[in-house]
């Protein structure tokens, strides 16, 4: 059961927002996690999909049946919203079986299917519970179980763990892809949390201003950004502009940088990119001398407690540092391969590895 996005474009009533040329498709049993900044697309995306918003141009197939303009309760979509939405005077298994109910499936197997949905999410032993009773957490389950026990066509997760501790979000994000894996059912994810997105995700789709910027799996998004914009939104970033000056070395604020310069001439106007997670800190400069190494002064340093964040004024450029040391930081090194050239946005082009049609 795949979804499939073709050409697809929505723009609001009296507006410039809305979303642009969507070719993306999303295969059985994968899970494709959107992400963007706010008005980027990516919830009218999801409008979209679930038939609260109808394209202006393009079609929209759920397992090859054409759905564009069919009414949401005839797409046979199940949805998990941010907000639980149970119903709090019924008892769990009767809340998951209310979409059992509206098709009209008798109340005996209405009970045995919600029962296994609950076992599916871990609450069996809740059936005769009241959502009242439960934490956040467990209310997001029992929303996750009411979604998928009638057998939908594919799987909306509208932000489900936003209203969450940050803890129990850390839990329900296996829990849900554990389920999603066992019912084999096409998903799509929308949220804000970039974490979320990397560590559920299949692929991560990046929408900025209603279009797909890059579609890929989530190391290759983070390791291989297709540009600027990309770069700047997954993680954290060391961006400097820079120029070629030579094969294999790039001026930049900070100086010059050894780094694989292939496919960029000399004078090239570029953006160079570094995790800060891959910037070496140094306690003092190393007598031998060593590219990219590079003596600074820190002026912010924040501890996080397993990990500290510094920021390193280095010529007129700043270096980001991501470390679990916690001695004193007087020079950085940063490794010639852990360096990553990009073109400026208004140039880089879509490259066909990153479409949105599953690997």
Request: charged share 20%; net charge positive; hydrophobic share 45%.
């Amino acid at each position: 059961m795949s979804v499939r996005f073709e050409n697809v474009s929505f723009r609001y009533p009296g507006g410039t927002g809305g979303v642009f040329d969507i070719d993306l498709e999303i295969a059985t049993g994968e899970l494709l996690a959107v992400i963007g900044p706010s008005g980027s697309g990516k919830s009218t995306l999801l409008k979209l999909l679930s038939g609260f918003a109808v394209p202006d141009t393009g079609r929209i197939l759920v397992d090859g049946r054409d759905v564009t303009r069919l009414p949401p309760h005839e797409r046979a979509l199940g949805v998990v919203f941010q907000s639980y939405a149970l119903f709090p005077h019924m008892s769990l298994w009767r809340n998951v079986a209310y979409p059992l109910k509206v098709r009209k499936i008798a109340k005996k197997e209405r009970r045995a299917r919600a029962l296994d949905a609950l076992a599916r999410v871990g609450l069996a032993d809740f059936a005769e519970r009241a959502p009242p009773s439960l934490s956040g957490g467990q209310q997001q389950r029992v929303a996750l179980a009411r979604a998928l026990v009638f057998s939908p066509r594919a799987l909306l997760l509208d932000e489900p763990l936003s209203a969450l501790d940050a803890s129990l979000r850390n839990d329900l994000r296996d829990e849900i892809v554990r389920v999603q894996r066992g019912a084999g059912i096409a998903t799509l994810h929308v949220t804000h949390d970039q974490e979320e997105a990397l560590s559920m995700g299949d692929r991560v789709a990046v929408m900025h201003a209603g279009r797909l910027v890059q579609v890929a799996k989530p190391r290759e998004l983070y390791d291989r950004p297709l540009n600027r914009t990309v770069a700047a939104f997954v993680g954290h970033a060391n961006l400097w502009p820079g120029v070629v000056e030579a094969a294999g070395r790039v001026g930049t604020p900070l100086g010059l940088l050894a780094c694989d310069t292939t496919g960029f001439a000399n004078g090239a106007q570029v953006t160079v990119l570094a995790r800060p997670e891959a910037v070496q800190p140094l306690a003092e400069l190393p007598n031998a001398s060593r590219p990219n190494v590079f003596y600074g002064l820190v002026n912010a340093d924040r501890f996080l407690g397993a990990q500290r964040r510094c920021d390193l004024e280095v010529g007129s450029g700043i270096v980001r540092i991501e470390t679990t040391i916690r001695t004193a930081i007087h020079a950085v090194s940063i490794p010639p391969e852990a360096i990553r050239l990009l073109p400026p946005d208004s140039t880089a082009s879509q490259n066909p590895a990153h479409t949105g049609k599953p690997s």
